[in-house]
C-alpha cells in the first residue's frame, strides 16, 4: 500500500495512475486496509487525484475514496473533498462513470448527517440530474437525495430548490 502510494506521488502517467487507484480502492474494500491508508497519508494523495485533468483518474479516485469513506475516521478527513465532488458531479457529462462515481462517493458521505451542509448547493443539480439522467444516474441521485430527506434541518432546502 505504502509503495501505491509513493507511485501515485511519484507518476504524471495517467495509465499508471489508473492502475494504482484501482488496486488501492480494492484494498479499501477491507477494513484493515482503510486504517492503514489513513496512517499512511493516503487520503490526501488520494484527493489530489479529484484535480486531476484526465476524467478517467478522477472517476478511480473517486471509486478509492468511496471505499475508504465506510470508515468514521476516515470521513472525517475525507469530507474536505464533497465540494469539490458536488462541483465534479456537476460540471461531469451528463450519466458519465465521472458523475456515477461521484455520486456513490457523495451517498456514502451523506449516510449520517455530519456533512450535508456541505451539499445543500448541490441540491438544485441533484433534482436536474434526476429528471433528465438515465436509470442508474436516477437511482443514484436518489440514493444521495434519500439520505438528504431523513435529516429535518434539510427540508426547508430540499422543499425551496429551484430546478
Known amino acids: 500500500l505504502?509503495?501505491?502510494i509513493h507511485l501515485?506521488?511519484?507518476?504524471d502517467d495517467p495509465l499508471i495512475q489508473e492502475q494504482a487507484l484501482i488496486t488501492l480502492s480494492n484494498s479499501a474494500a477491507f477494513s484493515v486496509n482503510?486504517?492503514?491508508i489513513r496512517n499512511l497519508d493516503g487520503l490526501s494523495v488520494i484527493g489530489g487525484m479529484l484535480s486531476d485533468c484526465v476524467?478517467?483518474?478522477k472517476e478511480k479516485a473517486l471509486n478509492?475514496?468511496?471505499n475508504l469513506s465506510m470508515n468514521i475516521k476516515n470521513q472525517e478527513e475525507i469530507q474536505v473533498y464533497i465540494t469539490q465532488?458536488?462541483?465534479n458531479v456537476e460540471s461531469a457529462p451528463l450519466n458519465s462513470d465521472l458523475q456515477l462515481a461521484g455520486l456513490r462517493f457523495l451517498t456514502n458521505m451523506s449516510v449520517t448527517t455530519d456533512y450535508h451542509h456541505k451539499m445543500i448547493n448541490s441540491i438544485p443539480c441533484f433534482l436536474h440530474l434526476l429528471?433528465?439522467?438515465m436509470e442508474r444516474t436516477q437511482i443514484q441521485v436518489l440514493k444521495v437525495l434519500v439520505n438528504l430527506s431523513a435529516n429535518p434541518a434539510m427540508t426547508r432546502h430540499l422543499l425551496r430548490a429551484q430546478v
Open 131 to 133: 429528471s433528465e439522467g
Open 2 to 4: 505504502q509503495k501505491l
Open 34 to 36: 482503510q486504517d492503514i
Open 55 to 57: 476524467p478517467k483518474v
Open 64 to 66: 478509492a475514496l468511496n
Open 8 to 11: 501515485l506521488q511519484a507518476t
Open 85 to 87: 465532488v458536488c462541483r
